[in-house]
């Protein structure tokens, strides 16, 4: 949680990235991730991944602070990646213990395959560092996505902080009567519980909040056809200039790739 909060503090700065309509910086993430799925050379991914690090400077977005979240996120994706040059077949560069070889196509295939994941959560950490969540949620609503889904996702962002403030109003009433989920002088079954009640707690008031905003919504008019209002806005000279730059060295990168040079 407190990770979704420095998120939001770092969307929330001015930079001429942030000011970039949501639309616009959402099609460019998915079209950078599916380029990087489909690249099929280590050079374009690096060229990539450097393009979107000097985008992040740029953006006035904390480079240690970027740079800490790929590398907490890439080992999901790494992991796969690490395994490669020993289970994949091919030409034998070094013979391991336990007929562990490591393989020069499966070298080159776990280095794209980190290359790919690297470049892919290093642009969606650009685009969530510079847009805020709201906006987020109403820029796909703008660029078609369902409108229930839309709606879930509107919901969840603005509840979100609201669950986290009762989450800690729990666990100060926890602390006022004493209780340390650390204490380690307090048996592990009567921490277990406290925990279980917790989670029981949280269940409950989500569910008691679900009902009253749902019949505040029926107060005032809700139903199945409902539509949600979505504000139309122009796209301005920057945004259009911004899209038309990223396309052109993707396209570069993409020839680049082909070898027509």
């Known amino acids: ?51 979107l690090l000097l985008l992040i400077l740029l953006s006035n977005v904390s480079p240690s602070y970027a740079i800490k979240r790929i590398i907490l996120i890439l080992p999901f994706g790494g992991f796969i990646a690490l395994f490669q040059p020993f289970i994949r077949s091919g030409t034998v560069i070094w013979a391991g213990p336990l007929g562990m070889d490591v393989t020069l196509e499966g070298l080159i295939f776990g280095a794209l395959l980190l290359g790919k994941v690297t470049v892919s959560v290093t642009a969606v950490i650009l685009l969530s ?12 609503r703008r660029i078609g996505v369902p409108s229930d889904f839309a709606m879930l996702l509107n919901l969840t962002v603005r509840y979100l902080f609201f669950f986290y403030d009762e989450l800690e109003r729990i666990r100060n009433a926890q602390k006022t009567r004493c209780f340390d989920i650390w204490n380690k002088r307090t048996s592990y079954s009567w921490r277990l519980r406290k925990v279980g009640e917790t989670i029981a707690m949280m269940f409950l008031r ?26 139309r806005t122009a796209l301005a000279g920057r ?8 396309i052109f060295i993707i396209a570069l990168l993409h020839i680049l790739q082909q070898g027509y040079w």
């Open 1 to 51: 949680m407190e990770d979704l909060i420095n998120i939001e503090r770092e969307s929330l700065k001015e930079s001429s990235i942030h000011r970039l309509d949501g639309r616009i910086k959402l099609i460019i993430t998915f079209i950078i991730i599916a380029f990087a799925v489909s690249a099929s050379s280590i050079v374009t991914l690096i060229l990539m991944e450097a393009y």
């Open 129 to 140: 560092s510079t847009t805020s969540m709201q906006e987020l949620v109403g820029s796909a």
């Open 206 to 231: 989500a569910y008691e909040q679900g009902e009253r905003v749902y019949l505040s919504m029926l107060s005032r008019g809700y139903s199945q056809d409902s539509q949600m209002y979505t504000a």
């Open 239 to 246: 945004d259009v200039l911004f899209a038309a730059a990223n």
